[in-house]
T-cell receptor, first 115, second 115 residues
C-alpha cells in the first residue's frame, strides 16, 4: 500500500519561529510537492521537486523554503512563521514525466497554527 | 491566475440525486484531467481521471464528461449516497512535453448528501 507520511498532524508555533514540516514517501517517486489548503482557495502549490536536491517554486513560495536531500524525503521550512501561514499543509508525491499517469498521492496533512 | 475554475463552491443534494460539478480550463496544452475526493481529516485521493481523446468515462457511480471544444469537464455522481459527502477537486496537467506534469487544482466543491 502506497504511503505518504507527514511527521505531524497538528502543530502550534509562535510568530517568528522557524518551522520544519517533514514528509516521507515510500513509493520511490521522483516528484514531490507541498501544498497549502485554505477554505475557499483550494490547494495552492508552494514548492515542488522533481529530483534530489532539485526544487522549483510553485504559485505561492513567499515565506517558505524546501529541502530535498534524499529521494524519499521533502521538507518544507517556514523561516519565520507568521499568523498568515496558519493553514493545512499537504505533501504529495507522483511518478515522473512519461509515467502512465501522474496520479498524486497525498499525505494526511499537517494543520499548523501560528500564534 | 486560476488555471482551472470550478463550480459550485458547495452543493447539497438528497440521497439518490445526481450532483454535478463543473470545471473549465484555458490552457489547451492540458492533457490529463483527474478528480480528487477528500474526506474530513484526510488528504485528497484520486477518484477518476480522463484524457481528452474521450468524451466520457465511467467508474461505478462516477462519470466524467469532457467537452474539448468548450474546454470544460464535469463530474456526475449517480445515485448519490451520504457516504459521498466530501470535498471534490478537479485538476489538470500537461503530461507530455512538460518538465514535471504538475497538477493545477480547482478551488473545490463541498458536497453534502442528505439521507
Amino acid at each position: 500500500d502506497v504511503k505518504v507520511t507527514q511527521s505531524s498532524r497538528y502543530l502550534v508555533k509562535r510568530t517568528g519561529e522557524k518551522v520544519f514540516l517533514e514528509c516521507v514517501q515510500d513509493m520511490d517517486h521522483e516528484n514531490m510537492f507541498w501544498y497549502r489548503q485554505d477554505p475557499g482557495l483550494g490547494l495552492r502549490l508552494i514548492y515542488f521537486s522533481y529530483d534530489v536536491k532539485m526544487k522549483e517554486k510553485g504559485d505561492i513560495p513567499e515565506g517558505y523554503s524546501v529541502s530535498r536531500e534524499k529521494k524519499e524525503r521533502f521538507s518544507l521550512i517556514l523561516e519565520s512563521a507568521s499568523t498568515n501561514q496558519t493553514s493545512m499543509y499537504l505533501c504529495a508525491s507522483s511518478p515522473p514525466r512519461g509515467a502512465q499517469n501522474t496520479e498524486a498521492f497525498f499525505g494526511q496533512g499537517t494543520r499548523l497554527t501560528v500564534v | 491566475q486560476q488555471q482551472v475554475k470550478q463550480s459550485p463552491q458547495s452543493l447539497i443534494v438528497q440521497k439518490g440525486g445526481i450532483p454535478i460539478i463543473n470545471c473549465a480550463y484555458e490552457n489547451t496544452a492540458f492533457d490529463y484531467f483527474p478528480w480528487y475526493q477528500q474526506f474530513p481529516g484526510k488528504g485528497p485521493a484520486l477518484l477518476i481521471a480522463i484524457r481528452p481523446d474521450v468524451s466520457e468515462k465511467k467508474e461505478g457511480r462516477f462519470t466524467i464528461s469532457f467537452n474539448k471544444s468548450a474546454k470544460q469537464f464535469s463530474l456526475h455522481i449517480m445515485d448519490s449516497q451520504p457516504g459521498d459527502s466530501a470535498t471534490y477537486f478537479c485538476a489538470a496537467s500537461k503530461r507530455r512535453g512538460s518538465t514535471l506534469g504538475r497538477l493545477y487544482f480547482g478551488r473545490g466543491t463541498q458536497l453534502t448528501v442528505w439521507p
